[in-house]
């Protein structure tokens, strides 16, 4: 019960761990590589903005391996993300189902304009263009 409240406070604690030990990982990358999976990393998070904190660990952990894999293999960078980083990255983001925060903006809009029509339809004085019907 007290995890529970606890977690209700400052969020999920073993995602904190896992975001933890991923930054150690990047860390530990050599500096080419960290570089690059620091890049990678921030275009990720600024295009993905996932809203399910798990989904988007789970990520950054998957693209941790992929980089050590690379190190140990002596993989150079580019040959691990191709000409075109954006392209990579965004590919990379595709393979992961989790929601983005637009998405919930997006249902919040789509109920906001629902709501919008059905008070339109239960006779709030408006038509459906929007202007005030005839009051006098």
Excluded: C
């Excluded at 500096?31 to 904190?53: H, K, M």
């Excluded at 983001?93 to 997006?106: M, P, T, V």
């Excluded at 059905?118 to 004085?125: A, H, K, M, V, Y």
Aim: glycine share 6%.
């Amino acid at each position: 019960m007290m995890r529970h409240i606890v977690e209700k406070l400052v969020g999920n604690l073993e995602d904190k761990r896992r975001w933890r030990d991923h930054k150690a990982r990047v860390k530990a990358l050599p500096p080419n590589y960290r570089t690059a999976a620091e890049a990678i990393e921030r275009y990720l998070l600024r295009v993905g903005a996932f809203s399910d904190g798990r989904v988007m660990v789970d990520m950054l952990e998957d693209l941790d391996a992929l980089f050590e894999q690379a190190v140990a293999d002596a993989t150079p960078v580019r040959t691990i993300v191709g000409e075109d980083p954006a392209d990579f990255a965004e590919t990379f983001l595709a393979s992961y189902s989790g929601k983005n925060w637009i998405d919930k903006e997006r249902e919040m809009l789509s109920e906001a304009i629902d709501q919008a029509q059905s008070d339109n339809e239960g006779g709030t004085g408006h038509d459906a263009a929007g202007s005030a019907e005839d009051e006098s």
